[in-house]
């Protein structure tokens, strides 16, 4: 698998099932958003709230087709993600009295509330059993193309068009991504869940903490 390319360059728009588990003291819910052994080869697609932008940046980083509009309404999130087959995410409570998440019409994964960014993407790895995969376009969702050094060298920095060697360009928005700074930072998590999900050793460390990950120039 080609690495993960986290530097980017600006060209555009920049029958009922409920479970009950428990994350250290919170107790917390899914709706029928588990995967089955099954369908393990199988990454869910997911539909964040407006609240949870950059768990979806993360999610999308690590490959999961995960779709996030700011200011989104829930009726909007529920009627997307009910017309997709997305796995609703949220920690607003009430958003799961609904009848399509209640009755398991509509599959959902409550967050509990007060978690870290961090911990989100932990919680949310392990209830759907994510295995990390080709990253998509953290910006927009959509998926990145290996593009040659020659088809972006006026988009890129020409110090970085030196070193760097693998380039991807987002086939909806069209940024250009390049391996960058974060790429340490981001190939961290990426082992850490490889190794949680896989039960190769416990995770003694934690994510990093934050809503930044890529660098636009």
Not at 79 to 97: C, H, P, T, W, Y
């Amino acid at each position: 698998m080609p690495r993960l390319v986290v530097q980017a360059a600006s060209v555009g728009l920049h029958p009922r099932r409920r479970h009950e588990g428990f994350s250290g003291t919170q107790r917390t819910d899914w709706y029928n958003a588990g995967v089955d052994s099954g369908e393990a080869s199988t990454t869910p697609k997911v539909a964040c709230d407006a609240m949870c932008g950059g768990l979806a940046r993360w999610l999308r980083a690590l490959g999961v087709d995960a779709s996030y509009v700011p200011g989104i309404t829930d009726q909007e999130l529920v009627e997307q993600a009910l017309a997709d087959g997305r796995v609703l995410i949220s920690s607003d409570g009430k958003l799961f009295e609904r009848r399509l998440l209640a009755s398991g019409r509509l599959r959902g994964l409550r967050l509990p509330v007060g978690l870290k960014l961090q911990e989100q993407l932990r919680f949310v790895v392990r209830e759907l059993k994510l295995v990390p995969r080709f990253p998509r376009c953290t910006l927009c969702n959509g998926r990145l193309a290996a593009v040659s050094r020659a088809e972006v060298a006026d988009l890129v920095p020409a110090r970085s068009l030196i070193w760097a060697r693998e380039f991807y360009r987002c086939t909806d928005c069209r940024h250009v991504y390049w391996e960058g700074t974060h790429w340490r930072r981001i190939q961290a998590v990426r082992r850490r869940i490889t190794r949680d999900v896989t039960g190769r050793g416990p995770l003694t460390d934690q994510p990093p903490d934050t809503e930044n990950i890529v660098d636009t120039q």
